[in-house]
């Protein structure tokens, strides 16, 4: 409550400085550490400066027009609430702020609670229709989206986890086999302008393409209206400026989309590099860890609970049954910290979803969708590789063997709010200590953006597991509130979808409420 009231105490002094008020600021935090991604209408010959009392930190520009940067306070004390203010580079006065920001607890300090604010799929670019008549919106709309996760912001959790598909617009493999990319379409194309494959896509005219394309769904998303809340983003396919798919010979486009190319991965890191901090180091994440604070990060809220955050894509291979969705290195770090850990509950949180399908290429399983309706793998499905499920079972078993916390892996992408605790994973029997898995909700999916639609079935229990669902994959817009508790982990979710009466929105509460236990 004391934040929330500091924080519209400020709202005065941000009136008098509105015309440099930052067209985006996007934080997030340590236990000795703030970083800060903000953007401005102005370009800046000499960087901004951030300032906590009496530490200063200039931004280091992060894009050819000095109107994007990177700010970081280090040396401070943990749990602590620092008033910050950005500084003119030049005068050194004051244009915008104080607004507050907390740093995180000492991951020693024992907490009776954290909780966070989690969702998916937020990207889509406002005022796109669907191509027929209806003149329905393909996603929801920005404001709504403001509010759906205000809803959230509103339970005051102690961090935001938007998980994967911050941006859509594809470039050469549309969503669904088979369906143009927005990206490449005339309307793109008029809109944020052609993407050159043969330069990079910083510094040069791709640059300005890609604002054009992101920002609208970031920067004009977000706002500063998480600026007193530490934020966490991590990619997905989407953020690569592609859908995942694997399509044979004989289709007008074919191929495979991951894992990244060297232009795929620029986009992506250019995404993050404008707009959305990295992944504080952490000393139990691998220093030499490929990727490390991009694609692989850490949310440690004292000893209350241990993140552990992987990015799918980026790092994907091919190679059959030695093919993993994340690099060797990578498993390692996880099934080592689920074994080291001393926090209440060390979580998973893939950008692929564990427990479910919907006959995509880009799982962990081999479920193809079948004319029936039902998945199987009956048939095999080109170019997935055995290896994924492989590393997948290794993952499962070594969650169910933590001695501590809840087993749990949260995950976003399929566009659905579920929960189901899983028991059995083909020959492996867990009902020991059941693995939890949860979908946090998508925010901006819109008609035709649910599985049903364009895959023709909706997220299904993947072949060969034995679950018990709370809550089977729901294809509603929502985000979910997780309070991890010593031996416990509640959950509250909301939900809302276009059709339904836009003033729910100001008043949402959650549908579910449901409770994790401990198990062993």
Known sequence: MLLARRSLLASAAFAATGSRTPLHLLPTAGPDRLRIKASFAESH?????????????AGVATDAAR???????TGLTPATCYDLEFLDGVTGRAFYGPWPLRTLPHPEERLARFRLLVY??????????????????????LANRRKLIGAGLKMQPDAVLA??????????????????PMGSSD??????????????????????????AAGPQIAELYGTMLQSVPTFFIQDDHDYYENDEAIPPGAATHGVSLPPDDFMLQLARGTQALYFPEFLPDPTRPAALAGSGEAYGTIRFGR????????????????????GFISTNAEGWLT???????????????????????????????????????????????????????????????????????PLFLSGDLHALAHAAIEQNGADDLRRNPVHTMLAGPVSTGPRGWPSAARGTPPRVATG????????????????????????????????????????????????????????
């Open 304 to 323: 209350a609970a241990e993140l552990l955050v992987y990015d799918c894509r980026r790092y994907l291979t091919l190679t059959g049954n030695y093919a």
């Open 67 to 73: 109107r994007h940067f990177t700010f970081d306070l």
């Open 45 to 57: 010959a000499r960087p901004p400066v951030l300032r906590a009392g009496s530490r200063k930190a």
């Open 187 to 212: 309307w793109a194309r008029q809109t944020a302008g052609e993407f050159r494959r043969d330069i990079a896509a910083l510094g040069t005219p791709n640059e300005d393409v890609l604002k054009r």
């Open 336 to 406: 080592g910290r689920m074994k080291a850990s001393n926090a209440a509950h060390v979580v998973n949180v893939p950008s692929v979803p564990i427990g479910w399908s919907a006959g995509k290429w880009g799982d962990w399983y081999p479920d193809l969708l079948n004319d029936d309706g039902t998945l199987s793998t009956a048939r095999p499905k080109y170019m997935w590789q055995a290896g994924w499920k492989l590393q997948h079972d290794r993952l499962l078993r070594a969650a169910s063997e933590m001695t501590r916390g809840v």
């Open 465 to 520: 597991l034995g679950v018990r669902e709370t809550l089977a994959p729901l294809e509603m817009n929502g985000v979910s509130i997780m309070d991890f508790l010593p031996d416990k982990v509640d959950v509250q979710m909301l939900r809302w979808k276009i059709g339904r009466p836009e003033s729910e929105l100001d008043a949402l509460e959650p549908f579910l409420r449901f409770t994790m236990p401990r198990a062993v």
């Open 120 to 141: 998916t799929c937020a990207g889509g670019y406002d005022g796109v229709r669907l191509p027929d008549d209806s003149g329905r919106p393909y996603w929801v709309s």
């Open 163 to 180: 998980i994967g598909d911050q941006v859509y617009w594809d470039l050469r493999f549309g969503r669904a086999s088979g369906r143009g």
